[in-house]
C-alpha cells in the first residue's frame, strides 16, 4: 500500500528518505498559500530563491519579485508574502521570483531528489489530494515550520491532508498518525483553534489578519502548484 509520512520541520530532513517521493511543501502562513493565489490568479510562473539578493538581481531580467522576512515585506522589493495581493488577477502573465524566511527553504532542500514538489495549502487541499491519490507513489509532507521550530499551522494542515487521503494511503509514522487526529479533533474550529499559534499571533501584529483567514479557507481554488524545470506551475 501507498504510504504517507510527515516531516515537521526542514531541519529534520535527513531523518526521512524521500528520493523519488511525491514531496509536499506547507507553510500555510503563508508562502504556499500565496503561491497558490498567485498561480491561480494567473502567474505564469513562480521562481523559488533562497536569498534576497539573488531573488533582488532577477528583477533585471524581468521577473516581478516578492520578498519576505519575519513577515514583513523586504526593503525595495516589488511584493512581500500576502496571498491577497495576487487576487484579481493584478499580476496575471507576469514571472515571479519569490523568497520567503521558510518555505522556500523547504522547496530546496527537497527539489533534488523528489519525484514531484507540490504546494501544499488549505485553499486548494481538494485538488492536492486528488492529485497525489491519482500517482502510485508515496508522499512526504514537509512542514516549513518557523526558522526550524515545529508550528502549529503546517503540522495541523499535514494532518489534515493525511485525513484527505484516507484510505488510499496507510502509515506506519506517529507523526501522520497524531497530526491526523489533531485535525480532526479541532477541523469544526479551525479558525479559532489556529488564532492560537504564535505566527499567527506574528501576523496580527503587523495588521494582516485577513491574511490568515484567507490562509485557513478550504478549496477556493481546484488546481494545484507543482515544480517543473525548477518553476511553480499551475496544473
Not at 516578492?66 to 493584478?90: C, V
Not at 521558510?102 to 530546496?108: L, M
Not at 503587523?206 to 491574511?211: A, G, Q, T
Request: a negative charge.
Amino acid at each position: 500500500m501507498k504510504k504517507v509520512e510527515i516531516c515537521l520541520s526542514p531541519e529534520l530532513i535527513h531523518l526521512y528518505d524521500f528520493k523519488g517521493k511525491n514531496v509536499v511543501i506547507v507553510d500555510i502562513f503563508r508562502a504556499t498559500s500565496t503561491m497558490m493565489a498567485a498561480l491561480a490568479n494567473g502567474v505564469a510562473s513562480i521562481t523559488p530563491v533562497m536569498d534576497l539578493e539573488s531573488c533582488r538581481t532577477m528583477e533585471k531580467e524581468g521577473y516581478v519579485i516578492a520578498g519576505e522576512r519575519d513577515g514583513k515585506t523586504a526593503e525595495g522589493f516589488t511584493l512581500g508574502n500576502s496571498p491577497l495581493a495576487y487576487l484579481g488577477k493584478k499580476f496575471a502573465d507576469e514571472k515571479i521570483a519569490m523568497t520567503t524566511t521558510n518555505g522556500t527553504v523547504a522547496i530546496e532542500k527537497t527539489r533534488e531528489l523528489a519525484k514531484n514538489i507540490i504546494l501544499g495549502a488549505f485553499v486548494n487541499i481538494k485538488a492536492t489530494a486528488e492529485f497525489l491519490i491519482s500517482q502510485e507513489t508515496d508522499i512526504l509532507i514537509l512542514c516549513a515550520g518557523w526558522k526550524g521550530k515545529f508550528n502549529l499551522e503546517d503540522s495541523l494542515f499535514a494532518g489534515a491532508l493525511v485525513s484527505s487521503l484516507h484510505p488510499h494511503f496507510g502509515t506506519d509514522c506517529d507523526t501522520s498518525i497524531a497530526m491526523r487526529s489533531l485535525y480532526e479533533s479541532n477541523e469544526h474550529r479551525l479558525q479559532v483553534f489556529m488564532g492560537q499559534a504564535s505566527h499567527a499571533k506574528r501576523l496580527q501584529n503587523h495588521n494582516i489578519e485577513s491574511d490568515i483567514v484567507f490562509c485557513l479557507s478550504q478549496n477556493i481554488y481546484d488546481v494545484i502548484g507543482i515544480l517543473e524545470d525548477g518553476k511553480l506551475v499551475s496544473r
